[in-house]
């Protein structure tokens, strides 16, 4: 099996230059593309790309193919080029992605499903995703990830979890506590699907079981401590409202990011490296990792993020 390389991958455009360490050899073109989307607001259909030196026209039309079965290098520069769009006679612009007039057209729209901020969004978004019911807390969630790793305790070791096997058990049963990587990697399995968690903060799409060939993907959006699903909603009077996505659906993905981006220039994200959250109850204040153990010590569990 051909090894996983992380990429750093250097992109100018007449605007200027961004780098993306976000992506590996074995992720797709489509990420790519929207990847470079995200960053510089130009798609790669729309632009001639170049790469290397001296640069060579790199051609990047199949979405599905692997990044590395093109871009042979970890760290390499991609060149943008925008293609002037040329006129026909009647003075209309010619676009390759005009539709014929035939066509109905059908618009997607990305939008966030709020789900309560108590300490269960996690387990909560999941579940909207999975059933498109809304629940409040979800323990069921809480105790299938609970039994899994007690079961498996080779797998779920100290190392891996962060602490002993049993305590862990507990832990996650506690509706106090958060769940982040290891609970969504449980998810994913457990249900077979991609799971896909869109950082607002970083622009970033951590992905969960992405190389299980899953058949389909669901889309979660965190801004460092809370997360909330992504749906679509659309036109389209068969499917108006999608909660899961086919894996081949490579639009959604350059959504997500999109959906990202435009969230961080509204700057709705917590950086947690310079968080402060307030005790309503006694009006103290600390960091994220004081507060949860000032909450545990006191029973104190109304917070405010202190701007």
Sequence with gaps: MASVNNLKIQVRTRNGQHIIDSLSTKDSVAQLKATIWSLTSLHP????????????????????QLIGDIIKR??????????????????EQLNKFAEPMNKVQIRREMRRVEVPANNSCLFVSVNFCMTNKMMNKCPQLRELIAE???????????????????????????????????????????????????????????????DQDY????????????YDPLIIESTDVNNPTQTKFATTDTQVIE????????????????????????????KQSFPPEQARAHASATGHLDFSEVK
């Excluded at 982040?180 to 079981?209: C, H, M, P, W």
């Excluded at 959504?255 to 006694?282: G, S």
């Design 45 to 64: 259909d729309t632009c001639k790309v170049l790469i290397g030196y001296p640069p060579e026209e790199l051609f990047l039309v199949d979405d599905d």
């Design 74 to 91: 970890p760290r390499e520069t991609l060149i943008l080029q925008e293609i002037v769009q040329s006129s026909v006679g009647n003075g």
């Design 148 to 210: 899994t790793v007690k079961n498996d305790p080779i797998t779920y070791n100290e190392g891996f979890l962060g602490k002993p096997n049993t305590e862990y058990c507990t832990w996650i049963r506690n509706e106090d506590h958060w769940g982040g990587g290891i609970e969504l990697a449980i998810l994913s399995k457990y249900y077979g699907v991609e799971i896909v968690a869109v950082d607002t903060q970083n622009i970033r799409l951590n992905r969960f079981g992405e």
């Design 215 to 226: 058949q389909y993907r669901i889309f979660l959006i965190f801004d460092g401590i809370h």
């Design 255 to 282: 959504m997500a990011l999109e959906f990202a981006r435009v969230a961080k220039e509204k700057h709705q994200f917590t950086d947690l490296k310079r968080m402060q959250l307030r005790c309503n109850n006694c």
